[in-house]
Structures are given as C-alpha cells and as structure tokens.
C-alpha cells in the first residue's frame, strides 16, 4: 500500500492563490446567480436553459482569462480609512506612499519672468511642449525627463499644440500660426489663419483647426496644406475652445453663455447650447464624447450629457481651465487651487483631490497626462506636475498609442495614420452612421400647382390617343367621342383625388371676388353680409 504525502501548509496557501483570485475573476464577469433549474418540469426550457448557463460560464471564465493577460497592471486609487477624506491627502504623502520611479514624476518649474506658461502632451503622453506668454518654447521627453530643445520666439505666445506626432508642432504667436520641427526650425507661417487665440490639431483627419481674435474658425489640412474650411461663428472674440476626441467636432464657449458645435462641412453651427448666464470660461470633453464640462462666471461648473443635451451635475464653484482625463476625472483649476472631481456612479461627481500652489500663482491651463497618473498645471510662475492616483489609463495597446515607441515604430505609424486618414466630411455628431444605410425619406405632399400640371399633362395624353375604326357603325363620330371622353376622365381621376385632398377643386373655378373668410371688421363691407 502507498502511503500519501503531506503537502506543506505554506505551498498549498501558494497554489490556492491564484486559484481564488481567478475565481473572484470569473464572478466580475459572470451574470448574476444561476437559475434554480432542479424544480422545473419542462424538459425542453430546462436542456435550453442549461445550455444558457453553460455558455455564459464558458464566457465569464474567457473574459477573466483575457483580463489577466491583457490587463495585468491595475488602476491606483486613493483608499481612506476610517473618516479620513481624500481629498486631504498631501502631494507630500502622495509621494511617500508611491514607488521611487512615480515619486520623481511631480515636479516644480519655476520661470516668473517668462509666464504664464501652457502646455500640450503628444496623443501617448511621452513628449510635453510648454509656451510662455513672453515668447519661450521647451520640448521634453517625459520619459527620461530631458530638455530636448528651447528656443525663444521674441513675441508674444498665446497657444501651442502638437500635430500628428513630436516631430511637428504648431505655436500661435502675435501675428500669425507657425509650425516648427523638434528642433526650433520654423517650417510654415500660417498667414490665412490671422491672430490666432487658441489651437487645437484633429489627429485623424490631419487638420489644424484655430479661432482667431475676429470669431473665425479655420480648418487646416496638414498633409496637403489645402484650407478646408473658414467660418464667421458671429459670436464675438473667444478663446475657449476645445475638440471631442469621440466624434472631432469643436465646442467654442462665447461671451453670452453660449457653447457652439462645429464641423468643417458646415457654415452653420450644428449645436448651439446657452449654458451659463454670463460669458464660459473653459469647456471639455470626456473621452468616450458622452459628457461634456462647461464653467461660467456664473460660478457654476456644469456637466451635460450630450446624448440627451440636459444638466447630470452643477457643482458651485470658479473654473479657469477643465480637463478629463482617461479614466473620467475632472480637474477644475481657479485662481491657485486645484480641485479634481471623481465619478462616483450616475455621473454623481463629487471632490476627490485638492491641490493649492503657492499663494499668488495662477493656474491658467489643467492638462492631464495619458497613460500616467499625472496632472500638469501651466500657471503665471511656470508649470507644474503633481500626482492623481488612479486618472491615467494603466494597460496600453501599441496598436492604438505606444509611450515608449522606438524611431522605426513611430516612422510606421505616421505612414498608418495618412493612409487611414479620414476627410472633412466624416466629422460629425454621430459617427455611427458611416458606413450605415440611409432610410428612405417620407414622400412630400405635391402642391396644387404640380397636381394641377398632371391633370393638363394626363388629358393631353388621352386626348391623342387614336380611337380604333371598327365596322357595322360602330366608329361613328359621335361614338370615337364618347370613348375619348371616357379615356380624359379615366386619366383625371386618380389625380383629382390627390387634389381634393390638398383642399382644391379644379372642377370648379374661384370667381375673383370671392374670399374664404373676411376679419369681423371688413366683413360689412362683404357682398353677401353674413347673416
């Protein structure tokens, strides 16, 4: 006989492990509990459930597979304990409490003579450019946090943006847009864009798109360099301006509490929202185009739903700049406070981290960066990063965007990204609709006019139809007649019908002086006085 072998307490907890943590896996999935099938007495709903059941298991268990495969980073969050808020956690106790490698990621440049400072991530969030307002451009590499070229314009700044990748961006000056490589050459002078206020690059359509000091929006193919499109929005001066990365279209805030919606293809805005009672101050975009963020000098902070264009949230505060980040986090920046505003299920945003920068520096410009738990502020002193657990995406696809992509790579995807350029015409509101087919539109009444054009148009043909000769007296004239007659009404009848609907009668002609009804006070002076 053989004897068993015991089994070391500390293996066994070892390989249970991971086999309760699948098992926790597969219930995130799963679709509730299964259904009590031992009392039912139909055989045939019974195999049918049963099968159900099988393949929604054989699913919940693939999925938990996929998540631990493709998903193996997990998100941070912040976790108070007791009656602790989150909100009163430190940047101090934030660093204390994260690894070496994000410790060294919040960071303070301090440049007073040269501010206020704004900045732009590229779309993988590797590569940061800041612009002062005096006239200093910096690139860096995020990764390795090295200066990769500065430069002074001499003019004055007010926005900066990448294009389709580090390699080119476009900064607007006092005069005019210019576009410059990575390596401080300027490259185009966008003379037809005027003195533009803000920027802002659509990265699959390759167009630049800038609102100048005169309310015009301009729309700029990069590739080609064709202006594609030039509109008057007749709201005034704006500089509020930003692009929903779901569908590309561009939301402008106005001076009179008005938000518009533009695409290239349209001179008309396709949506115009009164959202605050005096002039917005910043307006964003979630990531997935559902929501969007507008702030007022009403000292309101408003979230929409921009499927149904009605209020979730209003949060009674200031706001200078807004920004989502990828896992839906709102950063709202006023004066020199910091306030990000977390999603706690039903689009009930509440406060969830506050940062204040020293006394007397004003935040002008929020940006999150993607794939990092980091927030950057662009204010009058410099800029500055400071750490917000759990806003960045934690597992990328090299597909999509790749932080940490070789030259060859990034030479590939730039070939990709014109190939599958999209063209003007397929921004739009819902997007959904490429590529679907167009329901038939509901057939428009006919006017008298067009029915009255039939009726001549059918008695004419009748009219010369030829009547057949027939033998035994049966081709008198009197007869050929009668039969012609009989052909005119046959073609006038469907027609009258249709007439008759609309409210006419051609059978019966209007004298001139008759009038359908007269108003009481001229209705004495009728020919037949109303009794």
Not at 198 to 225: C, E, P, R, V, W
Not at 417 to 426: D, G, R, V
Not at 484 to 500: C, G, I, M, S, T
């Amino acid at each position: 006989m053989g004897i068993a072998a015991t089994e070391d307490p500390k293996e066994m907890k070892n390989h249970q492990h991971p086999v309760d943590e699948m098992e926790m896996k597969v219930v995130k999935f799963s679709r509730g509990k299964a259904a009590n099938l031992a009392a039912m007495r139909d055989k045939k709903l019974k195999g049918q459930l049963t099968g159900k059941e099988k393949l929604i298991g054989i699913s919940a268990k693939a999925a938990a597979q996929a998540e631990k495969w493709f998903l193996p980073v997990e998100g941070g969050y912040l976790e108070p304990e007791g009656l602790e808020k989150t909100y009163r956690f430190s940047q101090h106790q934030l660093r204390d409490g994260v690894d070496i490698l994000n410790s060294r990621k919040p960071f303070d440049m301090i440049l007073p003579e040269l501010g206020p400072y704004t900045l732009e991530y590229t779309s993988n969030g590797r590569y940061m450019i800041v612009g002062g307002r005096k006239g200093h451009i910096g690139m860096m590499d995020m990764l390795s946090m090295d200066l990769i070229k500065e430069f002074q314009v001499r003019e004055t700044v007010r926005d900066v943006a990448f294009l389709h990748n580090e390699q080119l961006f476009a900064v607007a000056q006092k005069k005019y847009p210019y576009i410059y490589n990575r390596h401080g050459t300027e490259i185009h002078c966008l003379k037809e864009h005027g003195k533009a206020l803000k920027l802002q690059f659509l990265d699959k359509h390759f167009l630049l798109a800038s609102i100048n000091s005169f309310g015009q929006l301009h729309y700029q193919d990069m590739s080609t360099g064709e202006m594609v499109a030039n509109h008057r929005t007749g709201l005034g001066r704006t500089d509020v301006m930003r692009v929903n990365p779901y569908n590309a279209v561009i939301g402008l805030g106005h001076a009179g509490g008005k938000v518009t919606m533009w695409k290239p293809t349209s001179v008309k805005p396709l949506v115009t929202m009164l959202c605050h009672n005096g002039p917005v101050t910043a307006v964003a975009f979630e990531r997935g185009g559902h929501l969007m963020a507008t702030a007022g000098v009403d000292k309101k902070i408003k979230i929409w739903d921009l499927r149904k264009y009605e209020v979730v949230r209003t949060h009674h505060a200031r706001a200078e700049s807004l920004d989502f980040s990828q896992k839906g986090l709102l950063a709202a920046s006023n004066g020199s406070l910091v306030e990000v505003y977390k999603d706690g299920g039903g689009h009930d945003y509440k406060i969830y981290m506050k940062h204040r920068m020293v006394k007397g520096y004003q935040i002008g410009k929020v940006l999150f960066r993607p794939y990092e738990d980091i927030c950057s502020l662009g204010h009058s002193m410099g800029f500055s990063s400071i750490l917000v657990p759990g806003s960045g995406e934690a597992n990328f696809d090299t597909f999509v965007e790749n932080p940490v992509e070789t030259a060859k790579q990034r030479r590939e995807r730039e070939v990709h990204a014109l190939l599958n350029k999209l063209q003007p015409e397929t921004v739009m509101l819902n997007p959904n609709m490429i590529g679907n087919v167009r329901q038939p539109k509901k057939k428009e009444k006919k006017t008298k006019k067009e029915v009255e054009e039939e009726i001549e148009d059918a008695v004419e043909a009748a009219k010369s139809t030829k009547v057949k000769n027939k033998t035994k007296g049966r081709s008198k004239p009197s007869k050929k007649a009668k039969k012609k007659e009989e052909e005119v009404l046959r073609a006038k009848r469907p027609l009258l019908d249709q007439y008759k609907e609309i409210g006419g009668n051609p059978e019966k002609k209007q004298r001139v002086g008759d009038k359908a009804e007269l108003p009481k006070a001229l209705q004495r002076f009728a020919k037949n006085k109303p009794s």
